[in-house]
């Protein structure tokens, strides 16, 4: 059996066997849009390893060849001293699990490789805070833990302060994350970039069993037996100079449904702080003044991706010295209020049937089509105020760690309360009934899960303290302890102390347009609960008839 395929517009294997995101990037491939070369690993290798705890027969052969095929199309070398290639390694399953599985990133920087990157760049310090990433991320993924060092903390392209200080601390950090790479792994691993390959594929192989990994599927229905591909790219690098940076980029407004480009955008960074929610991230318009030449590219982008998929799209990206390059496509995957208008909104325009804008919504969706929110007296009260990244209304206490939000569940509803949230929290935002992170932005962890389960979430409240050693919150010299009520508003971004009165949900007439289609499919125009309209007209769609 052939366990790895080169990633191109000819891959033609379904998800079930490559993953969602190589079919994504063969989808971009073929709409010639610019992609980093690469391979995949499949889930049927993911699954051999685990039932026999190695990789299977063939597969490190199938590596090494893959990486050389890699070097040859990029004109660089693995680990090489001389025009080292780096790599990514993420996961792919076929089904989307945002953050639950490892990544690593700028594999093959070994001390060699390193120092070619620097003399290849000019620039040491942009070398050296990659080689500190890598390690970082490879010790982590082998070991299901947080990095040791926060990769955010490292200096970056455009970072204040002399070159000195720039190269000094890295330096230091990657002699830490160096010795205790190799108290877990074994000194060979620091210099063998063909081995460290072989560990980062057989960690996110084992990712898939992870507590995080195995909560989020059982939260959504998701079976364990899938297993995961594993995807493998030549690096591009938005930590290389002030005109690089990355980013992700929805082509419609994932809360309103709103038809606008909308994200976020770091500059001089790598994809990790976007999601760790670590780093404040401008919205994705600020690319626009900095990079009109990057901006144009993704906008043209989203354009292409939005018809292909004829859906709301999402797109992972990285610009590097001024060139776009794409990481990710998919359907944007909307939820409540915004699935609905864009549902409807593309059926207007043609794009697709009535029939197909129907089947587009699933009717658990309408709890949130309307939007209720919080009464306007008591939103200008706000204990803080951030971004809202999932509409809705949540009430509940207050838990400022992943186990106390499961903990006071038992006996309630809480809102999880962080300063960012990283997958280790999984099952405290799976037990939460709203989400609040004192940074991050709308494509941070937070946002992403809560919208994935459906959680009313506020995140980048500025000025919001979380003091977990002591159980309590503090912002604009107030302080709540662990255990207070508040109400969150997902659309607004407001955190109120107590239980203020709540508005219903105004008139939407996306949805009053999507149910009177609803109706009409149904043949039934009586009066009953809108999820119902609308899961009888799926019924009849599916060949049910209603019930």
Not at 311 to 332: H, K, M, N, V
Not at 372 to 387: Q, S
């Amino acid at each position: 059996m052939r366990w790895v395929r080169p990633l191109s517009a000819r891959l033609a294997e379904p998800a079930e066997t490559v993953g969602a995101k190589a079919r994504g990037l063969v989808a971009l491939h073929r709409l010639g849009l610019p992609v980093p070369p690469g391979f995949v690993v499949t889930t049927d290798a993911c699954r051999a390893f685990l039932r026999e705890g190695r990789l299977p027969e063939g597969l490190r052969a199938e590596l090494a060849a893959a990486a050389d095929g890699l070097a040859a199309a990029t004109g660089r070398r693995f680990g090489a001293a001389e025009r080292p290639l780096a790599v990514s390694v993420r996961s792919g399953a076929s089904v989307s699990m945002p953050g639950m599985m490892d990544t690593v990133l700028n594999l093959g920087l070994t001390a060699e490789a390193a120092a070619g990157l620097a003399a290849e760049t000019g620039d040491t310090r942009f070398a050296l805070e990659s080689r500190l990433r890598f390690l970082m991320s490879l010790s982590a993924a082998l070991t299901c833990a947080a990095p040791a060092i926060d990769a955010a903390d490292a200096p970056h392209a455009g970072a204040a302060g002399g070159p000195g200080a720039e190269c000094d601390r890295p330096a230091r950090a990657i002699a830490a994350a160096e010795a205790e790479l190799e108290r877990r792994c074994g000194r060979a691993v620091l210099h063998d970039a063909a081995m460290q390959l072989e560990l980062a594929v057989q960690a996110v192989f084992s990712s898939w069993e992870s507590a995080r990994a195995r909560t989020y599927r059982e939260l959504h229905g998701i079976p364990h037996d899938l297993g995961t591909a594993v995807v493998v790219q030549a690096m591009v690098f938005g930590n290389r100079d002030g005109r690089s940076g990355t980013g992700v980029a929805f082509s419609r407004d994932p809360t309103t449904g709103e038809d606008t480009p909308y994200g976020d955008v770091l500059f001089g960074r790598q994809g990790e702080d976007v999601v760790s929610g670590r780093v404040p991230t401008p919205p994705l318009r600020a690319l626009r003044a900095r990079e009109p030449a990057v901006w144009a590219a993704l906008t043209g982008a989203l354009a292409r991706v939005e018809g292909h998929y004829r859906d709301a799209c999402y797109l992972e990206f990285t610009f590097e010295s001024g060139r776009l390059w794409l990481l990710q496509a998919r359907p944007g995957r909307l939820t409540g209020a915004a699935a609905v208008r864009v549902a409807a909104e593309l059926a207007d325009a043609g794009v697709i049937t009535r029939e197909e804008a129907l089947l587009r919504v699933a009717p658990g969706q309408l709890r949130h089509a309307r939007t209720p929110r919080i009464a306007a007296p008591a939103r200008a009260d706000a204990f803080v105020r951030g971004v809202g990244a999932c509409p809705g209304v949540a009430a509940g206490r207050v838990a400022t760690t992943a186990e106390a939000a499961v903990r006071m569940a038992a006996e309630g509803p809480v809102i999880l309360v962080r300063p960012e949230t990283s997958p280790h929290d999984m099952r405290g935002l799976a037990a939460a009934a709203g989400i609040v992170t004192a940074r991050g932005g709308t494509a941070s962890h937070a946002a992403v899960v809560a919208r994935s389960l459906g959680r009313p979430a506020v995140v980048g409240a500025a000025g919001l303290a979380v003091d977990p050693a002591g159980a309590a919150v503090r912002a604009g010299g107030r302080a709540l302890a662990e255990g207070a009520l508040v109400t969150i508003d997902g659309t607004g971004g407001e955190v109120v102390a107590g239980s203020p009165p709540v508005t219903a949900g105004t008139a939407d007439a996306h949805l009053d347009r999507l149910l009177s289609w609803a109706d009409e499919v149904s043949g039934d125009h009586s009066a009953r609960a809108e999820a119902r309209r609308l899961a009888d007209a799926h019924a009849v769609l599916r060949g049910g008839g209603a019930g």
